[in-house]
Structures are given as C-alpha cells and as structure tokens.
C-alpha cells in the first residue's frame, strides 16, 4: 500500500507540461484523498520563469482542475535534492528519462515516462514494483507528449487534455492502492 507518495513531475523547460501535470496530481490527490506531494522540474531550465500564459489558460481551461494560484510557479531545475526526495519521477519524453540516466543514474529504477508508465505497468503489482518494471524498459518515444512550445493556444489546450487524461488514469492506478 502507498501512505504517500512524492512524485516530480519532469519536462524540458518546467513552463508547460511539467507544471501541467504537477496542478493535475495536486488536484487529483486533493479530490481522491491522497497523500501526495508533488514538485515539478525541468531539464534544461532557466530558473526562475513563470509558466506560460498558454500554459495558465489550458490549464484554466480544464474545467475539473479546481483551484489553483498559478502566478506563483517558477521554473526549477531538477537537483539532486529532487531526485532523492522523490519516490517517482514522471517525465513528459523518453529524452528526460535519459536525461536522469545520465545525470543521475541511481534514480533510473524510479523515473519513467508517464505515458509509457500508464499504458505498460502491470496492474496486478504494487506501485514501486510497477514504477520498477517500466523504468527497467526502454523509455519510448512512442509515449512522448509533444512540447507545446512556440504552438498556438489550442495546441497548448491539446496537450493539457492529453495530460489530464494520463493524469486521470494515474490516480486511479495508483488511488486504487492506496484505498
């Protein structure tokens, strides 16, 4: 069973996807009960940014998010400090999953693409042993959820519905455990 679960949400620049999926495993947590606490990060980050505007109205957009005071993320790096905080780290592309194996080899076995994780983690095992199966595989960029940026506002919108449905599965596959 998962008391609680500490999960990094992974994308390249953590002004878009990242964030997105960050608010959407807080939402979710929060409507399921579940004791999960969530920092997003980026890969190749300028530190510091605000989340796009693109990114703010998609996820504004997303009528079962809830409430959320986006003014205040910035864009953060992926630390060290991250990745032995954290329990899981879902990335947005088999790229940030290589990225953390390089970088950061011994959180190999805890990172995966969300994508991937979704569609290809046994339902019969318990969470760290799904998390283990998939990041044991090649990440695939079959699974990758294309960067929004430079895209037009339904792009962005586009991306945030696909999110939100991974995100959906997500907390039930792993909501399911934790009840």
Known sequence: MVSSLKLVTLCTGNVARSVMVGYMFESLA???GFDWSV???????????????RT?????????????????????QLTSDDVIWADAIFTSEANHVNFV?????????????????????????????????VASG?????????????GDQATYNACATKLWDLA?????????EER
Do not use: C, W
């Not at 998609?58 to 986006?70: F, I, K, P, Q």
């Not at 990440?139 to 430079?150: E, Y």
């Open 30 to 32: 929060k409507a399921g």
């Open 39 to 53: 920092r997003t990060a980026g890969t190749h980050v300028v530190e510091g940014s605000a989340m796009s505007s």
């Open 56 to 76: 703010r109205d998609a996820l504004l957009a997303l009528e079962d998010l809830g409430e959320h005071h986006y003014s205040g993320h910035r864009s953060h």
């Open 101 to 133: 194996r390089v970088n950061f080899p011994d959180a190999a076995v805890k990172t995966a693409v969300l994508h991937q994780f979704v569609r290809e983690a046994p339902l019969d095992l318990a969470f760290n042993e799904q998390l283990r199966f």
């Open 138 to 150: 090649v990440p695939l960029p079959i699974f990758d959820v294309d960067d929004p940026a430079g």
């Open 168 to 176: 959906q599965v997500f907390s039930t596959i792993v909501g399911d």
